[in-house]
C-alpha cells in the first residue's frame, strides 16, 4: 500500500513536471524547471492525483459532470492552500491570477479551476486505471527499492529547497533593511543562488526586483541630498560659508 503511494504520488508529480516545464518554456520562450523543488517534481500534481484516487469511492455511481464538479472543487482547494502557504510561510507569491477573471486574492482562478477538472477526469477515466496496470507489471521487490529511493531523495529535495525559500527570504530582508549601500556586481553574486526560482516565477522576481529598486531610490535620493549639502556649506555666497568656522 505504501509502496504504491510513494510511486503513484511520483509518477504523477513528474508528469506535471513535464507538462509545466512544456507550458513555461513555450511562454517564456526558454527552457524553465519549473517548481520550487530542484527536481522533476511538481507535488502539486501528486497530492492531487493522490487525492482523487482516495475520493474514488465517491465517484463509482455519479456521471461524469459531478465527478468534474469534484475534481474542479478538489484542485481548487488544493490550489488555493498551496498559494496560501508559500505566502504565510515564505512571504512570496510563486503564482499571481489578480489579471486573472473570476480570481480570488490571485491564488486561485475559475479558468485554471475548470482547467483542472478536465484533467482530473482524464486522469480518473482513462490515465490512471492504465498507469495502475502498468506499474502491477512491475515486481514487488523492485517496486519496493524504487519506492525508497524516490522517498529519500523527495525528503531531500524538500528539505533542500525549504532551505533555499528561507535563504531568500532573508536575503530579501537583509538587502532591503541592512545596507544602506550595495554594488551591483555583489548584488547579482549574492542573488546567483535563486536565480532559477526567480526566473520560473516571474511574480518572485518582480517582487525581489521591486523592494531592490526602492532601495537604490532611497540610496539615490540620499546622495542626492548629501551632494546639496556640500554645494551649500562650500558655496562662499551662501550661509554655511566654510570661512564662517574660523
Same mark, same amino acid.
Given at each position: 500500500m505504501l509502496t504504491n503511494f510513494v510511486l503513484t504520488f511520483s509518477i504523477y508529480a513528474f508528469a506535471g513536471w513535464v507538462m509545466e516545464t512544456i507550458y513555461r518554456s513555450i511562454t517564456q520562450r526558454r527552457l524553465v524547471n519549473p517548481g520550487f523543488l530542484a527536481?522533476? %517534481?511538481l507535488p502539486i500534481y501528486g497530492f492531487f492525483s493522490i487525492m482523487v484516487i482516495w475520493t474514488s469511492g465517491l465517484l463509482g455511481n455519479v456521471n461524469w #459532470?459531478? @465527478? %468534474?464538479?469534484w475534481f474542479v472543487f478538489l484542485s481548487t482547494l488544493l490550489e488555493y492552500f498551496a498559494g496560501w502557504y508559500f505566502e504565510r510561510f515564505f512571504h512570496l507569491q510563486l503564482w499571481d491570477? +489578480?489579471?486573472v477573471p473570476f480570481n480570488l +486574492?490571485?491564488?486561485i482562478a475559475l479558468p485554471f479551476s475548470l482547467l483542472w477538472g478536465v484533467l482530473g477526469l482524464l486522469f480518473y477515466q482513462i490515465v490512471n486505471p492504465a498507469v495502475q496496470v502498468q506499474m502491477q507489471l512491475i515486481p514487488s521487490p523492485v517496486r519496493a527499492i524504487f519506492a525508497v529511493i524516490l522517498t529519500a531523495y523527495v525528503i531531500w529535495d524538500l528539505i533542500h529547497s525549504t532551505l533555499l525559500l528561507r535563504r531568500l527570504e532573508h536575503f530579501v530582508s537583509v %538587502? @532591503?533593511?541592512r545596507y544602506e549601500r550595495l554594488e551591483l556586481p555583489t548584488f547579482y553574486i549574492a542573488c546567483s543562488p535563486f536565480y532559477r #526560482? #526567480? +526566473?520560473t516565477y516571474p511574480k518572485m522576481r518582480h517582487t525581489v526586483h521591486e523592494k531592490m529598486a526602492l532601495l537604490y531610490a532611497k540610496q539615490e535620493a540620499l546622495e542626492h541630498? #548629501? /551632494?546639496q549639502?556640500? /554645494?551649500k556649506f562650500y558655496n562662499p555666497d551662501g550661509e554655511n560659508d566654510s570661512h564662517s568656522l574660523d
Amino acid at each position: 500500500m505504501l509502496t504504491n503511494f510513494v510511486l503513484t504520488f511520483s509518477i504523477y508529480a513528474f508528469a506535471g513536471w513535464v507538462m509545466e516545464t512544456i507550458y513555461r518554456s513555450i511562454t517564456q520562450r526558454r527552457l524553465v524547471n519549473p517548481g520550487f523543488l530542484a527536481g522533476p %517534481f511538481l507535488p502539486i500534481y501528486g497530492f492531487f492525483s493522490i487525492m482523487v484516487i482516495w475520493t474514488s469511492g465517491l465517484l463509482g455511481n455519479v456521471n461524469w #459532470l459531478w @465527478q %468534474f464538479a469534484w475534481f474542479v472543487f478538489l484542485s481548487t482547494l488544493l490550489e488555493y492552500f498551496a498559494g496560501w502557504y508559500f505566502e504565510r510561510f515564505f512571504h512570496l507569491q510563486l503564482w499571481d491570477y +489578480h489579471s486573472v477573471p473570476f480570481n480570488l +486574492h490571485g491564488r486561485i482562478a475559475l479558468p485554471f479551476s475548470l482547467l483542472w477538472g478536465v484533467l482530473g477526469l482524464l486522469f480518473y477515466q482513462i490515465v490512471n486505471p492504465a498507469v495502475q496496470v502498468q506499474m502491477q507489471l512491475i515486481p514487488s521487490p523492485v517496486r519496493a527499492i524504487f519506492a525508497v529511493i524516490l522517498t529519500a531523495y523527495v525528503i531531500w529535495d524538500l528539505i533542500h529547497s525549504t532551505l533555499l525559500l528561507r535563504r531568500l527570504e532573508h536575503f530579501v530582508s537583509v %538587502f @532591503q533593511e541592512r545596507y544602506e549601500r550595495l554594488e551591483l556586481p555583489t548584488f547579482y553574486i549574492a542573488c546567483s543562488p535563486f536565480y532559477r #526560482l #526567480l +526566473h520560473t516565477y516571474p511574480k518572485m522576481r518582480h517582487t525581489v526586483h521591486e523592494k531592490m529598486a526602492l532601495l537604490y531610490a532611497k540610496q539615490e535620493a540620499l546622495e542626492h541630498f #548629501l /551632494k546639496q549639502q556640500r /554645494k551649500k556649506f562650500y558655496n562662499p555666497d551662501g550661509e554655511n560659508d566654510s570661512h564662517s568656522l574660523d
